[in-house]
C-alpha cells in the first residue's frame, strides 16, 4: 500500500480510526474523514507514527457538495484515489412500534428511520459516486463497504439500521457488475459485535449477552475489521470482487 492514497469515512475513531492506522502502517496516504473529530492534529499525527501521511477532512456524508469538494481536494493533493473505505454510520435504534398493555408506547420516528438512512446508505452512494471517476482515470482501485451481520439476518429494534446495511451488501454486489470493467474492486465486510467506544458504553448485562452469542468467545476490536479492509484492498485480494466478508467470531452460526 506504500504511497496508495486512501479515502476512510468515519476516521476519528473506533473501526475508521483503527482501519486508518492499519493502512497508515502500510505505507498507504490517507484522508481521514468525519463530521468532527476531537483532536485533528492528534489523528493526522497517529497516522504518521504509525509509518503513512495524512490529513484530517471535516466531512459531512450525506451532503453532495461537501464529498465532492473533499474528493477534489483529495485528488489535488496527491493526483490519485486508490481505495476508498465507506466505513461511516449511525445508529438510531428503536422498535418500529412499541406495545404495552394493550396500547402503543412509542414508534420509530421518521426522523431517526430518514437520519440513519442517509448517512448509512445514501452517504456510501455519494462518497462512491464522487471518487469512481478518479479511480477509472487511474486505471482502477478498491471500494470497501461497511455492511454488518445484521444485514443478513435483520436484527430486534433496527428497522433502519438493518434495512441500510442489507442495502449496502447490494450496493456492493451491483457496483461490483458495473465497475469490474475498470478494474475497480468491490467489496464489503460484515462485522459482527465489535468493542468500539460507542459498544462499550452499553451495560454489563448486553455486554456479557454480545459475547455469549459469539461461538469464539470474545468481541471483536476494531484491529479486526482493519484488518479485513486492508486485505480486501490489497493486492493479495485481487480477484476478490462482489463479496461480503463476515468478521464476527462466528456468530451467525452462533445465533
Not at 234 to 245: E, K, M, N, R, Y
Not at 247 to 253: P, R, S, T
Request: proline share 2%.
Amino acid at each position: 500500500m506504500t504511497d496508495r492514497v486512501v479515502i476512510i469515512t468515519g476516521a476519528a475513531a473506533g473501526i475508521g480510526r483503527a482501519t486508518a492506522r492499519r493502512f497508515a502502517r502500510d505505507g498507504a496516504r490517507i484522508a481521514a474523514w468525519d463530521v468532527k473529530a476531537e483532536d485533528p492534529d492528534a489523528l493526522v499525527a497517529d497516522l504518521k507514527a504509525a509509518g503513512g501521511d495524512g490529513i484530517f477532512q471535516k466531512v459531512d456524508v450525506t451532503v453532495a457538495s461537501e464529498v465532492e469538494a473533499a474528493v477534489a481536494a483529495v485528488a489535488e493533493r496527491w493526483g490519485r484515489i486508490d481505495v476508498l473505505v465507506n466505513n461511516a454510520g449511525i445508529l438510531k435504534d428503536g422498535q418500529l412500534v412499541k406495545w404495552k398493555d394493550g396500547q402503543q408506547v412509542s414508534a420509530m420516528s421518521e426522523q431517526d428511520f430518514d437520519s440513519v438512512i442517509s448517512v448509512n446508505l445514501k452517504g456510501v452512494f455519494l462518497c462512491t459516486r464522487a471518487v469512481v471517476p478518479h479511480m477509472i482515470r487511474g486505471g482502477g482501485g478498491s471500494i470497501l463497504n461497511a455492511s454488518s451481520v445484521v444485514g443478513h439476518h435483520g436484527n430486534f429494534g433496527q428497522t433502519n439500521y438493518a434495512a441500510t446495511k442489507a442495502a449496502v451488501i447490494n450496493l456492493t454486489r451491483t457496483w461490483a457488475r458495473e465497475l469490474g470493467r475498470f478494474k475497480i474492486r468491490v467489496n464489503a465486510v460484515a462485522p459482527g459485535f465489535i468493542a468500539t467506544e460507542m459498544v462499550q458504553a452499553m451495560p454489563e448485562k448486553v455486554l456479557a449477552s454480545m459475547v455469549e452469542h459469539t461461538p469464539i468467545g470474545r468481541m471483536g476490536k476494531p484491529e479486526d475489521i482493519a484488518e479485513a479492509y486492508a486485505w480486501l484492498a490489497s493486492d493479495a485480494a485481487g480477484f476478490i470482487h462482489g463479496t461480503v466478508l463476515s468478521v464476527d467470531g462466528g456468530l451467525v452460526i452462533g445465533t
